[in-house]
Nanobody, 124 residues
């Protein structure tokens, strides 16, 4: 099983960009579908984006379509979330998650490996 470590969060202004990284330890990263979720305190974890293990398929939440791009580098064992045109409502703790599957599930309960999260704060 891989271990996941997110990085790249921070505090930015609305309209700015950030790129989150999710580094995986272990030798089976390319068996894993990788997803990004986010959570605001007191609310349920929300799906953001997912990418298949071969990068041929990706899905996004409607709220981030056209602004966020998910990608991965199976040589570097790293998944990415490029976030452009950030909005105040994007403020949350962002988590990467993984599951060994050829599919691209979009619900948190389908994932069994999680990172520790990274805070993204967008101010107006």
């Amino acid at each position: 099983q891989v271990k996941l470590l997110e990085s790249g969060g921070g505090s930015v202004q609305a309209g700015d960009s950030l790129r989150l990284s999710c580094a995986a330890s272990g030798r089976t990263f390319d068996d894993y579908c990788m997803a990004w979720f986010r959570q605001v305190q007191g609310k349920e974890r929300e799906f953001v984006a997912v990418i298949s293990r071969d990068s041929k398929s990706a899905n996004y939440a409607d709220s981030v379509k056209g602004r966020f791009t998910v990608s991965r580098d199976n040589v570097k064992n790293t998944a990415y979330l490029q976030m452009n045109s950030l909005k105040v409502e994007d403020t949350a703790v962002y988590y990467c998650a993984g599951r060994v599957t050829p599919y691209t599930p979009m619900v948190a309960e389908r994932y069994d490996v999680w990172g520790q999260g990274t805070q993204v704060t967008v101010s107006s």
